[in-house]
């Protein structure tokens, strides 16, 4: 059977029944009749010359003849072997009834077919066109070379770089011909893995990272006690400054897995809904009254316009404590030079109040744009040094993010260099104090 879409193909791909056949007929029939007519005319004309007439009509016939009943007669022996380039409509309502991504090509590799999904994924390739013209993996290419061999089913990955990284994993596998005939068609379909290659690889990262910071402190604690037990053995003053070192070291690692348990706690319940409903307001109260120590130890002042009405929305009153009291340290910690922070709560939405704002800003250096994206990555740090020595674990920016999520919202961060940053999250208002926070706000225009 042959493809309606072979006229996209080149022009060797098998043409409709009707078109060179029929025309190569008509073709012939024209040259028989007209040649018995001007032979029969000179045999009538020059009865002298009949037999002449009757031999040269006799050899063109067979020039004419000849050569179409040999095709016929070859394809007749070819019988069920005879190439068939295009998939017939079964073949192709089955692909098109797979979700992703399919390519059906033939033994020369050229596509002859491809699904809804596959178009989308790969573009508009050509039918008829190699499919290693868009597909271009020596893997890819020697694994069909090898189910085309062995007949038997293969599987590869197939890494893309662009136009956006993307992992395949290609299943390769003949489609069974009648009477035990060599396949003419190979069905390629692709499975996206770029999701769980993703997962994997953080997954790979996390592991080396958290066994990094902890063999760090443990190495530093083993020397010390390596050299306590010998050369300083009797060495009072040195024996007082390694205790010091190693009580921080200790402390670093009790941070360190505090934050991984934490951090473990709320991925696990990420995806739960919470029901219970917080105030924003004592939420940033308690803030300001915990972290206003740590502000005045770094030199800094903390600043909060405390709202006059309660902003409740849906979310556990700890979790939200614990994302803007990290927010908080950050800015103590690394935005100390601006010499202020500033607490910012708010209702938004103009007269139909139905979100409040919630953030955190300093006035210290700035954060480089290209840093920006990656500050959520779990341990990583914009300046290693400067976050070891104030005590940082790499973490903290990765547990508000998820906390976050599962309070339905993300952290937006704003950060311009010598200018400082702006950390901050919208969260929906319940139903009453939109209605109540709307009400105060026409007044106020009013």
Request: charged fraction near 30%.
């Amino acid at each position: 059977m042959h493809d309606p879409e072979s006229s996209a193909a080149p022009a060797s791909a098998e043409a409709p029944a009707s078109s060179p056949s029929a025309r190569s007929r008509a073709v012939a029939l024209r040259a028989t009749l007209g040649s018995a007519a001007a032979f029969g005319g000179l045999a009538l004309a020059y009865p002298q010359a009949g037999a002449a007439s009757l031999a040269a009509f006799a050899a063109l016939m067979v020039v004419v003849h000849w050569p179409r009943a040999r095709r016929r007669t070859a394809l007749r022996g070819a019988g069920p072997e005879a190439p068939r380039l295009w998939p017939d409509q079964g073949m192709k309502t089955v692909i098109d009834a797979l979700g992703e991504p399919v390519f059906l090509v033939d033994r020369d590799f050229m596509l002859r077919y491809r699904n809804a999904s596959a178009l989308e994924a790969f573009g508009n390739m050509a039918l008829g066109d190699p499919v290693s013209l868009r597909l271009r993996s020596p893997e890819l290419i020697a694994a069909m070379e090898l189910c085309q061999r062995s007949g038997e089913a293969g599987e590869v990955v197939l890494d893309e770089r662009r136009p956006t990284d993307r992992t395949w994993l290609v299943t390769i596998a003949p489609v069974r011909a009648p009477r035990g005939e060599r396949p003419r068609f190979f069905l390629l379909k692709f499975r996206d893995r770029t999701a769980e290659t993703r997962v994997e690889r953080m997954r790979t990262d996390f592991v080396a990272n958290a066994s990094h910071e902890l063999r760090t402190p443990l190495a530093s604690l083993s020397g010390f006690i390596e050299t306590l037990q010998g050369p300083a053995r009797d060495d009072e003053v040195a024996r007082e400054r390694f205790l010091a070192i190693m009580r921080e070291q200790a402390s670093r690692m009790s941070r360190l897995i505090d934050d991984l348990l934490s951090l473990s706690r709320i991925e696990m319940k990420r995806h739960l809904p919470d029901t219970a409903r917080a105030d924003l307001v004592r939420v940033f109260d308690k803030v300001a009254d915990q972290m206003r120590p740590l502000a005045e130890e770094h030199g800094v002042s903390l600043e909060y316009e405390r709202p006059e009405r309660p902003l409740r929305i849906v979310g556990d009153e700890d979790e939200l404590l614990q994302v803007f009291a990290n927010l908080v340290e950050n800015a103590c910690k690394y935005g100390a030079d601006g010499k202020r922070i500033v607490l910012k709560l708010e209702a938004v939405g103009g007269r139909q109040v139905s979100s409040v704002e919630a953030g955190v800003q300093d006035f210290g250096p700035g954060i480089a744009p290209e840093h920006v994206p990656r500050l959520t990555e779990r341990f990583y740090r914009v300046d290693v040094g400067s976050s070891r020595a104030m005590r940082g674990t790499g973490l903290g920016l990765s547990i508000v993010r998820n906390i976050l999520l599962r309070h339905r919202s993300r952290l937006v961060v704003r950060s311009t260099l010598g200018i400082g940053s702006t950390f901050s999250a919208r969260f929906p208002l319940v139903r009453d104090d939109m209605a109540a926070n709307g009400e105060r706000e026409g007044k106020t225009k009013a």
